[in-house]
């Protein structure tokens, strides 16, 4: 995708060889109002971009943690390499908890690490599987808008006139390498000339909605409407939403989604309203071994300063900073995510294809997963 019609992927490296390459990312801490890139020079750095969420988004901090096994091969020392590596993988794993993808990058720079014996070739494998899982990730995204377009169309034909779709959060191209998820069809829709508006929650405490979907959307030239969180179900009562299409950041085997705090509500306004509620995933974000979500899916608990202050742009200064909105002795918890039962989910939108949330259709995607 574009910023400035320029192109970025949300996390790269320069080509270069191993020991030498050096891995960039766009710190979205300061998007809109500012574009900064990030190099990230060491594990220790990678694990804090994904812990501080500088990235953020399931497939994309499956692509970063990748990138930090890399990072740490050039680390391990001569003697004791393989259980430095080990560390590594271990404190990758508890940097978001919640995002299946992640995990899974993991596991197969373990299977690269478990087939390594020389440790002069550790780079070098490392780096080679975090170019692989990165530029899988981007076609599978990729497929997601192709297999998703036909939906819209669909809808659109259906309507007659210009199609809403009401999303959550952002599942866009920020939130993976390239493309997006929720937003992949959106933009496949789009480019197709289909007439498309997105009503984009602001999605509190972090406002990704705001800061992201908007700025994605805007750089992309796609109308859409930002609104308040608590505002999609009074649209939906209203006729102004056709479709809901979010992400995900872990799917059980029985269809259950685990995604940002808020999306359950968004569920069931749309159910409430026979409203479409689709997830655009990839298989990636499947945990086949999970079978509910609600008691089998961890679900994050961020820090209270995230319900505390918002960042935001002093017109004046022309700075970014943080202002308190909460009494001083007020506590806070913050849940960075809800699950949504999979009889209030219509359909998952993959790499494969559609299916319905059911045990038996996502079955058929296991034999497909990376």
């Not at 086949?288 to 960042?311: A, N, V």
């Not at 989910?345 to 299916?355: D, K, P, Q, R």
Request: aromatic fraction near 6%; proline fraction near 4%.
């Amino acid at each position: 995708m574009k910023i400035q019609n320029k192109h970025y992927t949300s996390i790269w490296d320069d080509g270069a060889a191993p020991a030498s390459a050096r891995v960039y990312i766009i710190d979205q801490r300061w998007l809109p109002h500012r574009l900064e890139i990030e190099e990230l020079d060491s594990l220790e750095a990678c694990i804090r971009a994904i812990r501080e969420m500088h990235l953020r988004g399931a497939p994309l901090i499956g692509a970063a943690a990748a990138y930090g096994m890399y990072l740490a091969a050039l680390e391990a020392p001569a003697e004791g390499w393989r259980a430095f590596m080990r560390e590594a993988a271990a404190q990758l794993l508890q940097a978001r908890p919640t995002a299946v993808d992640l995990a899974k990058a993991i596991r197969e720079q373990t299977i690269v690490l478990q087939k390594t014996n020389d440790r002069g070739q550790l780079a070098l494998r490392h780096l080679a599987k975090a170019r692989e899982i990165a530029a899988t990730s981007k076609e599978q995204c990729r497929l997601i808008g192709q297999h998703g377009l036909p939906l819209l169309q669909a809808l659109s034909e259906k309507k007659g006139v210009r199609l809403n779709i009401l999303t959550h959060c952002n599942a866009g191209w920020l939130a993976c390498v390239d493309y997006g998820t929720a937003l992949a069809p959106i933009y496949a829709a789009f480019d197709s000339g289909l007439d498309v508006h997105v009503y984009v929650d602001e999605t509190r405490p972090r406002n990704q909605g705001a800061r992201l979907t908007a700025f994605e959307l805007a750089e992309h030239g796609i109308p859409h409407t930002l609104i308040a969180d608590n505002t999609g179900g009074h649209l939906m009562q209203h006729g102004m939403v056709d479709l809901v299409l979010v992400g995900s950041d872990r799917t059980t085997r029985t269809g259950d989604v685990a995604n940002k705090i808020g999306t359950y509500l968004k569920a069931l306004a749309a159910h409430d309203n026979g409203i479409p509620f689709y997830v655009a995933l990839p298989t990636s974000s499947i945990d086949f071994k999970l079978t509910d979500g609600l008691s089998q899916i961890p679900i994050e608990k961020r820090g209270e300063e995230e319900i505390h202050y918002l960042y935001g742009l002093n017109e004046k200064s022309g700075q970014v900073e943080r202002i308190r909105i909460s009494p001083a002795n007020s506590p806070a918890a913050n849940y960075a995510f809800d699950i949504t039962p999979a009889r209030l989910v219509t359909g998952l939108i993959t790499e494969h294809g559609i299916c319905k949330a059911t045990e038996e259709e996502i079955s058929k995607l296991e034999n497909h997963r990376p």
